[in-house]
Nanobody, 121 residues
Framework: QVQLVESGGGLVQPGGSLRLSCVASGSIVSIGSMGWYRQAPGKQRELVATISRLVSTNYADSAKGRFTVSRDNAKAMVYLQMNNLKPEDTAVYYC???????????????WGQGTQVTVSS
């Protein structure tokens, strides 16, 4: 079994900052790309940012210049530093990781349960 557990969400005023964390645990052989997606009410889940094992990053246009994704391979963690938050950033944020488990041979995508981020005055 494997788990991805997010933390760090909450309520913040426009212009504020939050740092999301996600830790992977379980019978993991290796972790490839990790990242963050979000889903606002009534909308489809969308990419926020991803980071490869070699620390190559990719950002949605809406996140560029405001969000920073990072990872700690030794701790199996991925982070999302969000600055200058806007009301339109309000969504459930999901952690994603591509992993090979001890029970399998293929690298598959796994998801966390999500953490709510609300930007409101």
């Amino acid at each position: 079994q494997v788990q991805l557990v997010e933390s760090g969400g909450g309520l913040v005023q426009p212009g504020g900052s939050l740092r999301l964390s996600c830790v992977a645990s379980g019978s993991i052989v290796s972790i490839g790309s990790m990242g963050w997606y979000r889903q606002a009410p009534g909308k489809q889940r969308e990419l926020v940012a991803t980071i490869s094992r070699l620390v190559s990053t990719n950002y949605a246009d809406s996140a560029k210049g405001r969000f920073t994704v990072s990872r700690d391979n030794a701790k199996a963690m991925v982070y999302l530093q969000m600055n200058n938050l806007k009301p339109e950033d309000t969504a459930v944020y999901y952690c994603n990781a591509w992993m090979i488990l001890t029970t399998g041979w293929s690298e598959l995508a796994y998801w966390g349960q999500g953490t709510q981020v609300t930007v409101s005055s």
